[in-house]
Nanobody, 122 residues
Framework: QVQLVESGGGLVQPGGSLRLSCAASGSIFSINRMGWYRQAPGKERELVAT???????NYADSVKGRFTISSDIAKNTVYLQMNSLKPEDTAVYYCNAGVVPRITFPQVRDYWGKGTLVTVSS
């Protein structure tokens, strides 16, 4: 069983910063990619940023230049540094990972965390 656990959400004022973390645990052979998605009230879930095991990154246009995704392969952890936060960044942020569990090697499976709430408000 593979689990993703997010942390770091909270309330921040506009212009402030937050750092989200997501740790993958369980019987993992490898992780191909990790990323962050978000869902604002009344809206569909959308991509925020992704990072591959090789270090390639991809960002939504709305967060480019403000958010930075990084990973610690040894710890199976992905981070999202969010700067210059705006009220429109308010959402539940979900961690996502493409994982090869040991039990299903070499198949890649998609896993999601339960989400962490980020509220940007004065």
């Amino acid at each position: 069983q593979v689990q993703l656990v997010e942390s770091g959400g909270g309330l921040v004022q506009p212009g402030g910063s937050l750092r989200l973390s997501c740790a993958a645990s369980g019987s993992i052979f490898s992780i191909n990619r990790m990323g962050w998605y978000r869902q604002a009230p009344g809206k569909e879930r959308e991509l925020v940023a992704t990072i591959t095991s090789g270090g390639s990154t991809n960002y939504a246009d709305s967060v480019k230049g403000r958010f930075t995704i990084s990973s610690d392969i040894a710890k199976n952890t992905v981070y999202l540094q969010m700067n210059s936060l705006k009220p429109e960044d308010t959402a539940v942020y979900y961690c996502n990972a493409g994982v090869v569990p040991r039990i299903t090697f070499p198949q890649v499976r998609d896993y999601w965390g339960k989400g962490t709430l980020v509220t940007v408000s004065s």
